[in-house]
């Protein structure tokens, strides 16, 4: 159908049009071709250049044609049309005014019209093929990054009641998920794949410690964040680390609070959904490290803990955890004074 309305079309407006539209295809897919290293939208953008360029050559001759008519083709013409009218010639009737000599050319079709026809209609397809992807829905398969969970909210452990302003999960998830933080750890082509956060209390405690956190899960690293709100200074949580397992101790102060770096391994420990349902033995995980700062500036008690690891072992340098701690901790309250 389409065919035959082409068909229909005068030259000077059908030509132009193959040739615009042609153009366009052929470039946007080889385009995208390279962009996908893909071989058969290659081969099919070929083929519209091809299919394009051999339009503009037939062009090129009908103009050629036009400018300088075959004198040959020309007299054969004048002798058809006296062959055709010979008694119109011979018997001229009296008081007619002057025919029209033999050579004066026919009429010829408005060309500047039809190529501003053609110009038009390629202008609208162009338009159509420009803005039709940001109206249309997008076949875009791209992962997108994970987000907090937006489900309802469930009430609260009575630690948190008990405790001034603490910090929820929901919003130490806020505060962590930002769209930098690949960035921060010097991954930013990555993008988030698990988000996860609880409002838990701490182990140990009898439920009386409140300890939200919240986990974001990328290709290379996994960031956790905690907040736990018990008694615990940092100057005395060093002096604990002495007696742990704990490597690279190294004290500091993030934002006017006392803060300590330290590393150590992570658990390891796998289920068996099988028909024991028994797990393997906890061994050593990879190692992490560790940034513990105080809750407020004077050190009252209660820490905020930033941890990074990677299932490779590798980790990121510890400005990469000083610089999270800069965005998240002013999401944070500082304890009040008790």
């Not at 019209?113 to 803005?131: C, D, H, R, S």
């Not at 076949?139 to 987000?147: F, G, R, W």
């Not at 005395?236 to 742990?244: A, C, P, R, T």
Request: glycine share 8%; with cysteine; proline share 8%.
């Amino acid at each position: 159908m389409l065919g035959f309305l082409l068909r229909l079309l005068p030259f000077w407006v059908r030509e132009p049009l193959l040739i615009a539209v042609g153009s366009v295809l052929g470039v946007r897919i080889m385009y995208l071709a390279v962009r996908d290293h893909d071989r058969v939208a290659a081969g099919l953008g070929v083929v519209f250049l091809v299919f394009t360029a051999i339009r503009v050559y037939a062009v090129i001759r009908a103009l050629r044609a036009r400018r300088n008519p075959s004198p040959t083709a020309s007299a054969d013409g004048a002798a058809v049309d006296a062959a055709t009218q010979p008694q119109a010639q011979a018997q001229p009737q009296a008081g007619a005014g002057p025919r029209p000599s033999p050579n004066t050319p026919e009429k010829e079709h408005n060309a500047w019209g039809q190529a501003f026809a053609a110009v038009a209609v390629f202008g609208a397809l162009a338009a159509t093929l420009w803005l039709g992807p940001r109206f249309m829905p997008s076949d875009d398969n791209t992962p997108k990054p994970a987000s907090c969970s937006d489900e309802t909210h469930e009430e609260l452990p009575k630690a948190y009641t008990d405790t001034p302003q603490p910090v929820t999960g929901e919003e130490l998830c806020k505060a962590l998920n930002r769209p930098d933080l690949a960035k921060l750890l010097g991954t930013p082509e990555e993008t988030a794949t698990t988000v996860s956060s609880n409002n838990n209390t701490a182990p140990l405690t009898d439920g009386k410690v409140a300890q939200p956190e919240v986990e974001v899960t990328f290709e290379t690293y996994t960031v956790n964040v905690s907040a736990t709100y018990n008694e615990l200074t940092t100057h005395q949580y060093v002096k604990l680390m002495k007696f742990g397992n704990e490597r690279d101790i190294k004290t500091l102060t993030v934002l006017g609070r006392p803060a300590v770096l330290f590393s150590d391994h992570t658990m390891k420990f796998e289920i068996n959904l099988g028909s024991g349902g028994s797990g393997g033995p906890v061994e050593e995980g990879p190692l992490a490290r560790t940034l513990s700062v105080a809750l407020d500036r004077n050190d009252r008690g209660g820490y905020c803990e930033i941890t990074v690891w990677s299932t490779s072992g590798a980790l990121p340098n510890d400005s990469a955890l000083l610089d999270i701690a800069e965005k998240v901790l002013p999401k944070i309250p500082e304890r009040p004074a008790r």
